[in-house]
Structures are given as structure tokens and as C-alpha cells.
């Protein structure tokens, strides 16, 4: 399967605990962006990486939030000392390293906090 | 604030209709524009990309740039039930790779 993997699909976590979840991006694809969208709104852009860089991060809580995309591996985005207000579905897409070019979206991880 | 927009709906429509969504966007400088299908509880799946003025079509689905005007429209014909999704345009930030987001639009199509 070549398209953008997550996982977890489903990651539950109690008040205080930390949360990772990982995206692998579509093969060729130089560019990783993370998107949060809870129940019955819209997508809110979170950050935008690639290899080794954060490009954008506007989207993204200063606190408790980090974003990472090492030389080797998946992305990882981290939520520190989850709230139940982080409970919703975070999903990932990627893009290739041609301007213009539209992003690919994972399956997505459903964060559920107790 | 560079914005996109688009009739949150619900539009609905009859089975074998043409659907009509539309979305308009604020930064004359954007140069790609998508649109996206999301089910209930699904990930957004691309369905047509466009770049220059006018239309461009592939299959049941057609999409309509007008640049001057600043909107984008996707035409469905022959709607059917399992069309009934929510619709989201997405325009690019300027020279940038990242996209702007519109709200989406409910389609419900009835048998």
C-alpha cells in the first residue's frame, strides 16, 4: 500500500497522559501537514513539515503540542498532558515536492480522552 | 486573512440531478484548487484538481475555474445516493503548498 499510513487508528489516553501519533507518508512524498477536525466542523490546519523542518507551525497550540518529521522514520505529532478538549479525529496528508500539487490524505487517528 | 467559502447547505438534491457546489476564495495570487469528498467519519478524498480558467471534467464530475470572478464550482451529473457527502474546496496559500480550507458543503442526494 502506497498511500499516507497513521497509526494508531483509534488511541484512547486519560487526562494527563501523552499522546504520539505517527504518519508515514505517501511514497515520493517530500511534505508532511496535519490537520485536527472534531465532530461536525471543518478541517484546522496544525503544521506543516518536511524532512527535518517545521515550514509552517501557525496552526499549532504553543503549549503541549509538537510536531517532527525525522531524516528517517514517520512524522510524530506529540499532545502533552492530553485534555479531554484534545479528544478528535488528527489526520495527516502529504504532498510531493512539486509546487501546486494536491495533498493525500491518511485514514486518520481518532484520539479519545477519558 | 486569506479565506475560502463555501454554503454549508445541506444541498439536496434527486437521484439522476445535477448537483452544484460552489466556493469562492480571497487571495487572487492562489494558482491550484481542489476539491475534496468527505463521508461521515472518513478521511477527505481528492476528487478533482484544477489549475487554469474554465472547465475541466473527468467522469460524473466537472469542476469550473473562474479566476477573475475568484470561485471554483464542482458540477455532479447524475447524482446518485451514494454522492451524499460532505464537499470540501481547498485553494493554495499563494506560492505556498499549504491549502486553505473551506468549511464544506453538505450534499444529501435522495433516492
Known amino acids: 500500500n502506497a498511500g499516507v499510513m497513521q497509526n494508531p487508528r483509534h488511541l484512547v489516553r486519560r487526562r494527563g497522559q501523552e499522546a504520539r501519533l505517527r504518519c508515514s507518508p505517501m511514497?515520493?512524498?517530500?511534505?508532511v501537514y496535519w490537520y485536527r477536525q472534531l465532530p461536525e466542523e471543518g478541517l484546522k490546519f496544525m503544521v506543516y513539515?518536511?524532512?527535518?523542518?517545521?515550514?509552517?507551525e501557525s496552526g499549532m497550540p504553543k503549549e503541549r503540542f509538537s510536531a517532527e518529521f525525522p531524516k528517517e522514520g514517520p512524522s510524530i505529532l506529540r499532545i502533552q498532558q492530553v485534555v479531554r478538549g484534545d479528544s478528535a479525529a488528527y489526520f495527516c496528508?502529504?504532498?510531493?515536492?512539486?509546487?501546486?500539487?494536491?495533498?493525500?490524505f491518511g485514514d486518520g487517528t481518532r484520539l479519545s480522552i477519558l | 486573512q486569506k479565506e475560502v467559502e463555501q454554503n454549508s447547505g445541506p444541498l439536496s438534491v434527486p437521484e439522476g440531478a445535477i448537483a452544484s457546489l460552489n466556493c469562492t476564495y480571497s487571495?487572487?495570487?492562489?494558482?491550484?484548487f481542489f476539491w475534496y469528498r468527505q463521508y461521515s467519519g472518513k478521511s477527505p478524498e481528492l476528487i478533482m484538481s484544477?489549475?487554469s480558467n474554465g472547465d475541466k471534467e473527468d467522469g460524473r464530475f466537472t469542476a469550473q475555474l473562474n479566476k477573475a470572478s475568484q470561485y471554483v464550482s464542482l458540477l455532479i451529473r447524475d447524482s446518485q445516493p451514494s454522492d451524499s457527502a460532505t464537499y470540501l474546496c481547498?485553494?493554495?496559500?499563494?506560492?505556498?503548498?499549504?491549502?486553505?480550507w473551506g468549511l464544506g458543503t453538505s450534499l444529501a442526494v435522495n433516492p
Open positions: 481547498a485553494v493554495n496559500a499563494g506560492n505556498n503548498r499549504k491549502l486553505i
Open positions: 487571495d487572487r495570487g492562489s494558482q491550484s
Open positions: 513539515l518536511q524532512k527535518e523542518n517545521i515550514i509552517d
Open positions: 496528508a502529504s504532498s510531493s515536492l512539486e509546487m501546486n500539487q494536491p495533498q493525500h
Open positions: 484544477i489549475y
Open positions: 511514497k515520493g512524498h517530500s511534505h
